[in-house]
């Protein structure tokens, strides 16, 4: 199963709910594919790890945003098999950036769910768990 976001379509709805709601639109989120991958590099550090939560008590992170290749992305990986092939890729490219999640972990229905939800709320700016 692949996660893909437009961050252009997330702002244009965004604005769309803004129109309809007394409530503070949220931020835009057209920018690059490094800064949303910095921002949801921070919160899958600070809510699935530094947390100590339980889903992801067997990984580890690695991230990978100094990408040549222009590919920002952050890896899941065995907690103890740091070099074994990545379980979990969150990814984003090009400006606006445009999100992809893949891998054996986006087959575990309880993860993917969890990984979408947060994504997505890490990418529309969102700071909290």
Same mark, same amino acid.
């Given at each position: 199963?692949?996660?893909?976001?437009? #961050?252009?379509? /997330?702002?244009?709805?965004?604005?769309?709910?803004?129109?309809?709601?007394? =409530? @503070?639109? *949220? &931020?835009?989120?057209?920018?690059?594919?490094?800064?949303?991958?910095?921002?949801?590099?921070?919160?899958?550090?600070?809510?699935?790890?530094?947390?100590?939560?339980?889903?992801?008590?067997?990984?580890?992170? #690695?991230?990978? /945003?100094?990408?040549?290749?222009?590919?920002?992305?952050?890896?899941?990986? =065995? @907690?103890? *098999? &740091?070099?074994?092939?990545?379980?979990?890729?969150?990814?984003?490219?090009?400006?606006?950036?445009?999100?992809?999640?893949?891998?054996?972990?986006?087959?575990?229905?309880?993860?993917?769910?969890?990984?979408?939800?947060?994504?997505?709320?890490?990418?529309?700016?969102?700071?909290?768990?």
């Amino acid at each position: 199963m692949r996660l893909i976001v437009s #961050a252009a379509a /997330l702002s244009a709805l965004a604005l769309l709910a803004a129109c309809s709601s007394s =409530k @503070k639109p *949220a &931020p835009s989120v057209s920018i690059g594919a490094l800064p949303v991958m910095e921002r949801v590099a921070l919160g899958a550090n600070r809510c699935w790890f530094k947390s100590k939560d339980p889903m992801f008590a067997a990984y580890k992170l #690695a991230p990978e /945003l100094n990408s040549f290749s222009g590919t920002p992305r952050i890896l899941l990986v =065995k @907690k103890h *098999a &740091p070099e074994s092939r990545p379980l979990l890729v969150v990814q984003a490219t090009g400006n606006p950036a445009k999100m992809s999640a893949f891998g054996p972990l986006m087959g575990d229905g309880a993860i993917s769910a969890r990984v979408h939800k947060d994504v997505y709320h890490w990418v529309r700016g969102g700071n909290g768990c």
